[in-house]
């Protein structure tokens, strides 16, 4: 079969969710590439710093992985921004989503969370609250969330610093992206 007969899923047949289910799993597996596409678009995004987007990624997981973290640290860390250009304003919460069924819950909650927690060194300088990340104050990540942005985020923006190229990172993308991901009860599927 070349496409499912159904035009509700609800019509759907088990031979055609089968078929379906296939196609999908050829289609994930192809998910570090499509990752791996979208940050170098990031070499093209938003403009006005001494380095662009890429390269503050690129500077952001060298950081993690010098410093010895995990290896889903370090992806984390690459794909922190990669919601730059779809959400700008939420970009954040898209970099978590697409990392969220790969990743501990601490690593999406830490991701998730950077947008507020890096105002804390510019939002003095934009007339937003630089404090808040302080509604988060207690929670079990928080210091966690401090820290990324302290040294993965809010220094990695350096033209001197020697960053590993994005082919570097490549066997980890395919690491994290295409093992088996959580379901959102936290369960492999």
């Known amino acids: 079969m070349d496409t499912v007969e159904f035009t509700r899923m609800q019509d ?11 196609l999908e799993q050829q289609y994930a597996a192809e998910l570090p590439r499509r990752i791996e596409a979208q940050l170098l678009g990031l070499a093209n ?27 889903d640290y370090i992806v984390a860390a690459l794909v922190h921004d990669i919601g730059d250009e779809l959400a700008p304003y939420s970009h954040s919460e898209l970099a978590a989503a697409v990392l969220r069924p790969f990743v501990s819950e ?10 507020i927690f890096q105002m804390y060194y510019y939002g003095e300088q934009t007339g937003q609250d630089k404090h ?3 509604r988060y104050q207690g929670h ?12 993965y985020d809010q220094n990695c923006f ?11 990172f490549r066997p980890m993308l395919e690491e ?3 093992r088996e991901p959580w379901t959102v009860e936290g369960n492999r599927s």
């Open 132 to 134: 808040a990340r302080e």
């Open 176 to 178: 994290v992206f295409t």
């Open 140 to 151: 079990v990540w928080f210091d966690d969330a401090v820290e990324f942005c302290e040294l």
């Open 158 to 168: 350096d033209p001197a610093y020697k960053s590993q190229p994005l082919s570097f």
């Open 45 to 71: 995004s938003l403009s006005g710093y001494r380095v662009n987007r890429l390269e503050h990624s690129l500077q952001s997981a060298t950081r993690a992985w010098r410093d010895g973290r995990s290896r």
């Open 12 to 22: 759907g047949t088990t031979e055609e969710y089968a078929f379906l289910e296939g």
């Open 106 to 115: 601490r690593l999406y909650w830490i991701v998730r969370t950077h947008g």
